[in-house]
């Protein structure tokens, strides 16, 4: 049975902002926190759609669907007669709540060479965070497993916060490189992310996020281990502004050339008025 994690990313992106937040508050002509916007946001949308992804992967599901164990409390799964259709119920997981309903293309138990699937996502909730709508799913198995997970033409997820709410366009390619041939094994596991989306902030301002250089990561790291991320802040206006976050530095910002396990990142922040390099560390915050 191949074994079946979540992809969390957001403890490393909520970090980068709180980073920069206490920046803003301890320095002048460093970036506003409304400025910063769609970091937080983006980060929350990319944790649902990304964990959402590993739900609609079907390797590892078992006939009984018992091959999804990675929570302290299992959701409820329930299968259709013609076995094309997965519920997950997560009302009876802590900190989670709400539904996905997973439609597969064919019959995924039997055939995993090529999947595909559409998810819709009923306030679906991790810890206070809840998401709702539509994606699409593919996976593909060959000498490494690709999953591709998008929003359709014209939907979009809504991820509520409390009072807050904002939407994500995008698509997110997940390439599963390395460690998926031992089982038994989390830390030989490397992760390669790709993609880009588009949405409004919590702040109503229009946003894009595109991976620059693809995103690399291992369950046996806390932090992103190479890639370069940019998300660029009201777009089409003269207040446009762009943050760039390059996670393959040292202590000094010095480029790394092979993916390494620590905690430095630069941000790189360029408004109309304003350019900022900041040499962070996920250890000092």
Known sequence: MIKFRFLLLIPLFVLAFSSCEEEDQTSIGTPAEEDLQ???????????????????????????????KAFDENPVYSISNDSLQVTIDFSAVDNMDGEIIITYNTIPLYDFSQISATAELINYTQGTIVYNGLLNFSMTIGDVITMTVATPDGEEITIQDGNLESTWIGERVMTWTEGF????????????????????????????????????????????????????????????????????????????????????FNLNFVSQNLELNLVLSFNDM
């Open 38 to 68: 769609p970091i937080q946001d983006n980060t929350k949308a990319e944790q649902g759609v990304m964990n959402s992804a590993n739900l609609m992967n079907p390797y590892g599901l078992d006939e009984d669907l018992s091959g999804k």
């Open 181 to 264: 041939d031992t089982p038994a094994i989390a830390s030989d596991d490397i992760y390669e992310v790709s993609g880009s989306a588009r949405g409004i902030t919590s702040n109503q301002t229009n946003y894009t996020a595109e991976i620059l250089e693809t995103l690399v990561f291992s369950p046996d790291c806390d932090y992103i281990m190479y890639g370069e991320q940019q998300i660029k802040n009201y777009v089409g206006t003269d207040n446009e502004t762009t943050l760039t976050l390059t996670y393959h530095v040292d202590s000094g910002g010095n480029t790394l050339t092979e993916p390494t396990c620590n905690s430095y």
